[in-house]
């Protein structure tokens, strides 16, 4: 059971864990009125638990969210080389969090993790709480660091990872939609000042290929963590139909994505598996309440979505960019 923590401001409720869960002590009240205690509260708590959650605030609406997730001093940033689908919302740096069928769970990652960079601070905002499910399962990546195989993580921190992705067949996002532009210049632009490889295919696909980290260590607090995305990029993360189907239509090179050693072999799907499975004995899992702000340390937290029925609105902010070491 989460407990108090000492110290917090006698206006506010201020409970441990993960997330760490803040409420005003009045009904009524707004973030407004709480923002220097709040920015003090997530400097003091935010990177040794990973996690925020500001409930029970009043007058919440896309705008307000957007104010404060840009009020802890970094400007909030474009959704650019996605691999997902979102939409803007309003105004700049707010997006839709990823638009997947509902009847589909989002497993376990940290944001960007499967490039070179990355957001440090990603926020969530529940304008609407599903009739049923649609949590926003987390996970502490400190601890699935320590559960996974050390073998595994030495693999991994060794070899690093190589992720492949083809845009333009149809069955993945367009380039222009990734790249958020129709000009092929600036894609070879972007991708050549990020160390990303890129191949002209035909007349409107593209291949990528960038090489990127499979563990991370945090840049302030020096935690390590488990900080990849093969699990998902990896061609077993879709059932064998859909495998065969993918390799049938467009070969092995062609399907949309996959994820390989750093040098280029395969990863064994057993191996992710296993990965699977620590993310899984790992998440924490909270109900949604409709005005609800989440605020991750996206390098030491994994976020998720689970399946839903009824209506839903989540929308979420980034800021903070950091660049890992171009491999």
Known sequence: MNQAIDLAPMSLRVEAGLPVRVSPLQAGQTLHEHLPALQQLTQAHLESAGGMLFSGF??????GFQAFAGSFGHPLLSYEFGSTPRSKVGA????????????????????????NEWPMRIWFYC????EQGGE????????????IDPAIRQRFAEKKLLYVRNYGNGLDLPWQQVFNTEERQQVERYCRERGIQYEWLGD????????????????????????????LFHLSSLDAETQEILIDSVGLEGVPRNVYYGDGTPIEASLLDE???VLDACAIRFPWQTGDILMLD????????DPFKGPRKVVVAMAEGRSGDLL
């Open 275 to 277: 990965v699977r499975g």
């Open 298 to 305: 996206n390098m030491l937290t994994a976020h998720a979505r």
């Open 127 to 130: 304008a609407q709480a599903a």
């Open 92 to 115: 700049g740096g707010v997006y839709t969090s990823t638009e997947f069928p509902a009847h589909r769970a989002i497993p376990l990652h940290n944001e960007q993790a499967y490039t």
């Open 136 to 147: 926003t399962p987390i996970a502490d990546s400190r601890e699935v660091y320590r559960r």
């Open 58 to 63: 009043a007058g919440i609406d896309v705008g």
């Open 204 to 231: 409107d696909e593209l291949r990528t290929q960038q090489r990127c980290q499979g563990v991370a260590q945090h840049p302030r607090t020096g935690d390590w963590v488990w900080f990849n995305q093969a699990h």
